[in-house]
């Protein structure tokens, strides 16, 4: 079957920097995307890995390995304003995204 | 980037009654729209994917005669609510994609809040 797996929750402290994590299996595999979302929000596009790599872009990062199925974004100098949750969708064979179920950021002064 | 807009934002309609979502894309042709719902605290639900001048394809536990999609022209699809009881209280998310020329990303509206009294 298909699957995505990410955290639930992470906290990170203002200013530091965060890894979210993400595995996938997928019939086929067409790229992974990170989303952002705000709560009552529509998500909002992050980034797009569909080569292995690091792929950097301002203070957001998101790294791929296709050979171990298995995704992360980094945020760095976190903000306040970067609390919310992140959505990991790895597209599949159909071109259909598969989505995780989010991990909410929890972001600490 | 490219803009998907939704209409309305919010809703609130009596148990019975049948509820339209209009979902455009403002700057692009898209080929292919997907309608999500988001339950609180859960992951987006894909519902069903539409083809401009096809029949929508929804996924599976969707009923396709409750929730109406039309997707006539490159620029708008709707999803209709029909007899909407409390149960279909949700988050609606449209996507939108310009499929003619490879594009794989997915541009979402805002959204649109149906409650069900």
């Known amino acids: 079957g298909q699957n995505i797996d990410q955290p639930t929750e992470m906290t990170a402290t203002e200013g530091a920097i965060v890894q979210i994590n993400c595995t996938y299996q997928?019939?086929?595999?067409?790229?992974l995307f990170w989303y952002q979302q705000h709560a009552g929000e529509a998500p909002t596009f992050l980034s797009y890995?569909?080569l292995d790599g690091l792929e950097e872009k301002g203070r957001f990062s998101s790294f791929l390995s296709r050979s171990k199925g298995y995704s992360y974004l980094l945020l760095k100098e976190l903000q306040m304003k970067d609390s919310a949750s992140y959505l990991c969708?790895?597209?599949?064979?159909?071109?259909?995204?598969?989505w995780g179920a989010g991990t909410k950021l929890i972001i600490k002064p | 980037g490219a803009v998907v807009s939704q209409h309305p934002s919010r809703v609130i309609c009596k148990s019975g009654t049948s509820v339209k979502i209009e979902c455009r894309s403002l700057?692009?042709?898209?080929?292919?729209m997907f309608w999500y719902r988001q339950f609180p605290k859960k992951s987006l639900m894909l519902m069903a994917t539409?083809?401009?001048?096809?029949?929508?394809?929804?996924e599976q536990g969707v009923e396709k005669d409750k929730f109406l999609i039309n997707h006539a022209s490159l620029t708008l699809s709707t999803l209709t609510v029909t007899s909407a009881h409390p149960e279909d209280s949700s988050f609606y998310i449209c996507?939108?994609?310009?499929?003619?020329?490879?594009?794989?990303?997915?541009?979402f509206g805002p959204g649109t809040r149906l409650t069900v009294l």
């Open positions: 539409s083809n401009e001048g096809s029949k929508a394809t929804y």
């Open positions: 997928t019939s086929g595999f067409n790229g």
């Open positions: 969708a790895a597209m599949d064979s159909n071109y259909q995204l598969i």
């Open positions: 700057d692009f042709q898209a080929t292919t």
């Open positions: 996507s939108a994609r310009d499929s003619s020329g490879g594009d794989v990303e997915q541009f």
């Open positions: 890995n569909v």
